[in-house]
């Protein structure tokens, strides 16, 4: 499976912004979906995950619980992560990746998933 990551930019702390994850070769749902993030000097770690065969169960990052929401439209094989309230400390590259075998409570770990997108940029301003 190809992933493309899109939506990123430039917003102001308190804003909004909604990231999309399209995929191309097979169905996502299939797929346990993930968003990572890196930010400079620092290493990635997991925002939010999306587990198989589902449009409802998911985890978070505590970082992230409550303001960031992941989903999936499988008629637009794309999953999005819906994020609000973002604060300065969200800046960071984000990156959706994706499994077929990852089980959930391995969803966490970006070792696990063989596929990934090439990246967008999101910059939160104080």
């Known amino acids: 499976v190809q992933l493309q990551a899109s939506g990123g930019g430039l917003v102001q702390a308190g804003g909004s912004l909604r990231l999309s994850c399209v995929a191309s070769?097979?169905?996502?749902?299939?797929?346990?979906m993930g968003w990572f993030r890196q930010a400079p000097g620092k290493e990635r770690e997991f925002v939010a995950g999306i587990h198989r065969w589902s449009s409802s169960s998911s985890n978070y990052a505590d970082s992230v619980k409550g303001r960031f929401t992941i989903s999936r439209d499988g008629a637009k094989n794309t999953v999005y992560l819906q994020m609000n309230s973002l604060k300065p400390e969200d800046t960071a590259v984000y990156y959706c990746a994706a499994s077929s075998t990852v089980i959930s409570s391995e969803s966490r770990n970006g070792a696990r998933y063989p596929y990934w997108g090439q990246g967008t940029q999101v910059t939160v301003s104080s």
């Open positions: 070769g097979r169905p996502v749902g299939g797929y346990a």
